[in-house]
């Protein structure tokens, strides 16, 4: 799993670190996407906490790197408590740090989610052709994040959906479904005329709108009554 880190502990335990930064977006003059700082805190969250759930990790503790200044702590909290609260957590640490020292002219946040894995996930697809791919919400960027809200998988769905058995879920970032697929499946050399959507396959997905599942046969019916009206197709044409 890619932007995580596993730092053994005990037996089969390991930490489970995962992180994310946000730049240019919230409330000051020269930030690209003006929105609340609830709102940056909480997409940042999310794709940290989906990278730690992904990975198999239950999370312990969020950790926030401020430089949007003192007076937007407490709603940078907040974010995280909406994401935590939508993951049915209420026992997990928050903390972190504001730089104070030298106001910025634009907002930025870091964002770590540090989780306890307890059995070792594994991410090995053993028979390409057997296993059915779906991509469950849409990729959104910058101003799509907020204006389509109501398109981007909830954490929710997603949590559930990395419940189910031998069900694989990979967050989709920045460069997109076709990246992630790569990642996915290196040992293949994959080209764009392989790939069946009806999603764009090449766009940005932001703060991780959505994730693509790789599941059996078995788990069809699971999935679709999980992910509802946020499964999108997707099939690579072996």
Known sequence: MRNVQLIPLDGEN???????????????????????????????????????????????SVVLQNFCGNEAWEELVMGVKKGLSELGLSDVSITGSTESNFPLIQ????????GKQTVNQKLEIPNFEQVNLAVIGLPLVGNEVVGQEKQAVPLSVFLE??????????????KGVFHELQQLFPNLELTEEMVESNVNIFKSSGPATCFISVYQNQHTESLINLAGKYMHSLKINW
């Not at 995962?18 to 003059?29: F, L, M, P, Y």
């Not at 907002?107 to 540090?114: D, H, I, P, R, Y």
């Not at 694989?168 to 920045?174: E, M, N, R």
């Open 14 to 60: 390991s930490l489970v670190i995962a992180s994310d930064n946000s730049g240019g977006i919230g409330i000051k003059g020269d930030d690209h996407v003006q929105v609340p700082y609830e709102t940056v805190s909480y997409y940042s969250f999310r794709v940290a906490a989906m990278e730690c759930i992904a990975a198999g990790g239950e999370l312990v």
């Open 161 to 174: 959906v990395s419940k189910l058995n031998d069900v694989i879920c990979w967050p989709v970032g920045s």
């Open 107 to 114: 907002s930025a946040l870091g964002t770590v989610v540090v």
